[in-house]
């Protein structure tokens, strides 16, 4: 009989979903899982040993149900940023004493922005655009801080990006033509910003963005295959920044648009910086402290974030196809001697369906949100059935969901996503697509160009032609 395994898991939604199906999957270990959940996740609710709901992800809470459970697990697993950041790694191993994969607080550099680009000034200076941090404290009145960044924006000719320091703080990410389109809209959301902490106001950078992801066992870095991200809410790339409406990865390691010299200067990129950070304390940088969004320009490639966590949804695309057995590569994780992982030769596409209140669908499109539907239980039978045609080649995932009664309901996020698995991208995303469109009720929506084949060699063509600029 198998060995029993009982693994701990910091749940916040389909991401972590398609964790525990990779451990459920597991040949090697009979393995129970322990779900600290942001919410009744009905996947989570009907395959956890033990199963609590902690809606803010407090590290306290998530501490004392990891203490109430400590005999039987052998390990955790954090998904999410905000346990991460607030250090429930150092809490866990020094209260209960079962070890965790996720960096500790010191080294989740997602926390801040600023930080992250002195550690890239230091470690490889021309991965960073051109930027400047500012500070409340530096400027006496409005009309200063205004004066000062206007001169910015003179050398950077307007093309610039606004972002705060901290995660999820203040407006957020703006970019010029995309979120202003004059100077005094760009200063509001600036301003509006500076009085949560520092902003940084950088160049905006030309180019096409790929998920670089890396597990680490704080010793070595084992690259994963590159995913694209569909961070805006429409088609076309439209609408504002959302966690990621849907993902794909090609058969390969590398991406249509992308060259294999790009991956290699990417290899290089995050090697120097890991070389750079590697922690004192060797295991500080467990799980995925690297998960980095590349801008490629045709001849360079700049970082956008890192991430300490492992993204949302492109790790679904991953963990799939993943070869290994993911209970033995978490092991090597924690023994410190995970060197390769292998992944399919399969290309893969992750489609996100969100309620109407998400990504400010029903401010956009009022006349397509079915409101009879909103709030109404979501089926998804006719999506699981699926498999019987596909087999492992559909995975339906749900994200932001609650079993209540028997019902499952959407909540505020990204509800629900279906990864479609296939040789190539075109029948990944037809399987997908399909998934999608049989998940009925609760005035569910998504993107439908994710994956398309113009989308694709819309990204084809512009590096084409930011290759020949140079
Ligand atoms: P971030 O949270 O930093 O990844 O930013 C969110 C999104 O804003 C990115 O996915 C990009 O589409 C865009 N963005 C961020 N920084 C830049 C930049 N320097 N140049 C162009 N676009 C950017
Ligand atoms: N999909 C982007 C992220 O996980 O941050």
Redesign the pocket.
Known sequence: MAERVGILVVSYGAREVAMIDAFLRSTNYNVEVYVADKQRNPFNAKNAKAHVVIPDLNVEAICKFAEAHKDRIDFGIVGPEKPIIEGVRDLVEKRVGIPMICPTKEYAIEAS?VQQRLLFQEAVPEVN?RFKIFRQEEFKTAEDARKTLYKWLDELGNMA?V?PDKPAAGKG?G?WGDHFTTREQLFEHFWENLRHGAVIV?????GE?SSFQAFCDGKHLVPLPETRDY?RAFDGDKGP?TGGMGSYKDAGEILPFMTAADRERELRIVNKIFDKWRASENNALRGIPFYV?F?HTGKES?I??NNSRPGDPEIINILPVLKDDFVDVCFKILDGNLTRVEVEKAATVVTYKAPPSYGGYAEAFPELVEKTEINKPVDLTKAYELSKKYGERICVYPASMEIRNGETYALKSRAVCVVGISETIEDARNISLEGVKAIKGGALWHRTDIASKQHIEKSIRHMEALRKRK
């Open positions: 922005k655009p990006v972002k990410v970019v950088e160049e905006k950078i030309e963005e961070k920044n969004a801008m700049k956008l974030e």
